[in-house]
């Protein structure tokens, strides 16, 4: 599952030459979109070693909920794409003032900076934990399908296909399979400054975004028996993030702050709700439309938006808003401690009575490592790096 890192991360100036514009702070309501992304994100993963069926919320909670919350975290994931695909193109918007404008190199230097220092030491403990005979770290081949050696493995991965990877090797490594959403994003984001550059106009570049959209349920209905190829394809997920690409020229365009765009806004809320609820088993091709579509109008409607003091002083949201900005870091090693619990309680293994505390603790460890990964070396490094590639060019 991919979580990154969005270009919203950084407050201050934006950089790449002359036409940089400064980049705003942080937005209150992607920061919670992304909160409540990564919550369902690792929700799933944790349900998946250690089910919550049989823990103590079944006595308060009904066991279909409880699936239907628990199970369906990979629209999650594509929340996470919608708001990436916004991000990144109102992100480009204000550095470069139109998106035929980019500065491709900077655009690169600022995607490597920000990704690969974090992705290459979770790489690296995985692979060293899976030498070290972790099963949850270790390549094991399914039987009738081929073995995977760590070196094709990181290399997928650091490659971005790695989810192309899987379609011909399925499940080979617990923690290493859940980067195959960073393929997907970052294969969209290879192409997406040489669009910009080469097409210029912005109808046409709209137009390859609209065929996205419209090409990924179509892609998904050829799949529906393989979820390998229906929820991991590039062309699978293409058509989220380009839901969020356009939603940000929607909403340079279109204000929702009306009585009737909270209205929308609302409806849209349900829309994601009810479709998570529903589930992704029997909705495997337009499930996934409808969560991208929803989570775009909501982030139309955060443009500008004006978040009232009491949200401001909430304790819940203020949490909500620190997943949210460091979700790049609890995707990469959230499931580094989840592989290692289940070194130590096996998959299914758990007694129900400690399901519960296991799973904060889970959560808390996770976001203890997020927090000193962040704090310690992503961000030292995320700058060090900017300033080293974008050198010469406008100050970060």
């Known amino acids: 599952m991919s979580l990154l890192p969005s270009p919203s991360a950084a407050t201050g100036p934006g950089a790449a030459g002359a036409s940089a514009q400064p980049l705003q702070a942080r937005n209150f309501r992607i920061d919670i979109l992304r909160g409540i992304a990564i919550s369902l994100v690792l929700l799933l993963h944790f349900h998946l070693s250690y089910s919550l069926l049989d823990s103590p919320l079944a006595a308060v909670l009904p066991a279909e909920f409880i699936k239907a919350v628990a199970r369906n975290g990979n629209y999650g994931v594509t929340m996470f794409f919608v708001v990436s695909g916004y991000l990144i193109t109102s992100t480009t918007l204000r550095r470069y003032g139109s998106l035929g404008n980019v500065d491709v ?44 050696g760590y070196p094709v493995a990181v290399l997928s991965v650091l490659s971005f296909w790695h989810n192309v990877l899987m379609q ?20 969209f984001y290879l192409a997406f400054p040489l669009l910009c550059f080469g097409l210029k106009r912005q109808w046409a570049i709209v137009a390859v975004w609209v065929l ?28 989220a993030v380009a839901f969020g690409c356009c939603a940000a020229l929607l909403a340079q365009r279109f204000s929702l702050g009306s009585w009737g765009g909270r209205q929308l806004q609302l409806a849209a809320a349900c829309l994601v709700a009810v479709t998570y609820l529903r589930g992704i088993q029997g909705n495997e091709v337009f499930g996934f439309t409808a969560i991208a579509a929803g989570t775009a109008v909501l982030l139309i409607g955060a443009h500008n938006e004006r978040v009232p003091g009491w949200a401001l002083r909430s304790r819940a949201l203020a949490g909500l808003r620190w997943l949210g900005r460091h979700s790049y870091e ?32 889970f959560v808390a460890a996770s976001v203890l490592v997020a927090w000193g990964v962040a704090r310690f070396y992503s961000e030292p490094m995320n700058a060090r790096l900017r300033a080293f590639l974008l050198r010469g060019r406008a100050a970060l």
Not at 116 to 139: D, R, S
Not at 177 to 182: A, D, E, K, P
């Open 105 to 148: 190199r900077s655009f690169y230097a600022f995607r490597f900076a920000r990704i690969v220092p974090c992705l290459v030491v979770a790489l690296v403990v995985i692979v060293v934990l899976g030498l070290l005979k972790q099963p949850a770290f270790m390549n094991v081949a399914k039987p009738g399908w081929p073995e995977v």
């Open 168 to 187: 011909h090797a399925w499940y080979f490594n617990y923690a290493m399979n859940i980067y195959w959403s960073l393929s997907v994003e970052e294969v």
């Open 212 to 239: 996205a959209i419209v090409v990924g349920p179509i892609y998904r209905s050829f799949h529906t028996d393989d979820e390998i190829y229906f929820m991991y394809g590039y062309l699978a997920c293409f058509d």
């Open 330 to 361: 609890l995707y990469l090693f959230h499931i580094i401690v989840l592989g290692l619990m289940r070194s130590f309680v096996p998959r299914g293994a758990m007694p129900a009575v400690y399901k519960l505390p296991a799973m904060v603790f």
